[in-house]
């Protein structure tokens, strides 16, 4: 069964970097989009960007652009999310998700678990 | 870029009863380009509904997506207790862009 598993919790000071991660697992890893989408404490979800892990191609949300980078190792079917220099406003959940193929190729069919991010000093 | 606006934001209904759920765009957009997901608290979102009235694998027939244009809803019959939840529309642009709309509430009567 396809499979995305999250990097865990993490709790941060404001100015702190930090790099979260997103394994994909029983697919071609290469082969699908990965996005990464924001949840702010009960709020909505908000697209950040997506990346091809096969070439690194990434796209990213204007509202994200500069603020984030997104990468991915392929050698090791992972994505990452980073932030240089968190901010309290970084305080959300934050899913990975694999935009699907075929007549899936507009949505997210898989997600992964979530990982909190806490930016609290 | 699209804007989704959905309504309302809380729907209180009864088990049994039937939801219907809007999803307005800012401008007329494809079926093709429309989802709809289903987030329970402390899990992350499910795929429902693709291409405006698809289901996913594995989605009762109790939910079926309907619409064009800038119009679409998400109709849940038969209200289940495991339905109550945030459904939220998501539109797919340009540049592999998605929105999402701000979500409605379904709660218990």
């Known amino acids: 069964e396809v499979q995305l598993v999250q990097s865990g919790a993490e709790v941060k000071k404001p100015g702190e970097s930090l790099k979260i991660s997103c394994k994909g697992s029983e697919y071609s890893f290469n082969n699908y989009w990965i996005g990464w989408v924001r949840q702010m404490p009960g709020k909505g979800l908000e697209w950040m960007g997506v990346?091809?892990?096969?070439?690194?191609?990434?796209r990213y949300s204007p509202s994200f652009q500069g603020q984030v980078t997104i990468s991915a190792d392929k050698s090791i079917s992972t994505a990452y999310l980073q932030w240089s220099s968190l901010k309290a406003s970084d305080t959300a959940m934050y899913y990975c998700?694999?935009?699907?193929?075929?007549?899936?190729?507009?949505?997210?069919?898989?997600w992964g678990q979530g990982t909190l991010v806490t930016v609290s000093s | 870029e699209i804007v989704l606006t959905q309504s309302p934001g809380t729907l209180s209904l009864s088990p049994g009863e039937t939801a219907t759920l809007s999803c307005r765009a800012s401008q007329s957009i494809s079926t093709t380009y429309l989802a709809w997901y289903q987030q329970k608290p402390g899990q992350p979102p499910r795929l429902l509904i693709y291409g405006a009235s698809s289901r996913a694998t594995g989605i009762p027939d109790r939910f079926s997506g309907s619409g064009s244009g800038t119009d679409f809803a998400l109709t849940i019959s038969r209200l289940e207790p495991e339905d109550f939840a945030v459904y939220y529309c998501?539109?797919?642009?340009?540049?592999?862009?998605?929105?999402f709309g701000q979500g409605t509430k379904l709660e218990i009567k």
């Open positions: 990346i091809y892990p096969g070439d690194s191609d990434t």
């Open positions: 998700a694999r935009q699907g193929r075929g007549p899936y190729s507009k949505v997210f069919d898989y």
């Open positions: 998501q539109h797919y642009g340009m540049s592999r862009a998605y929105t």
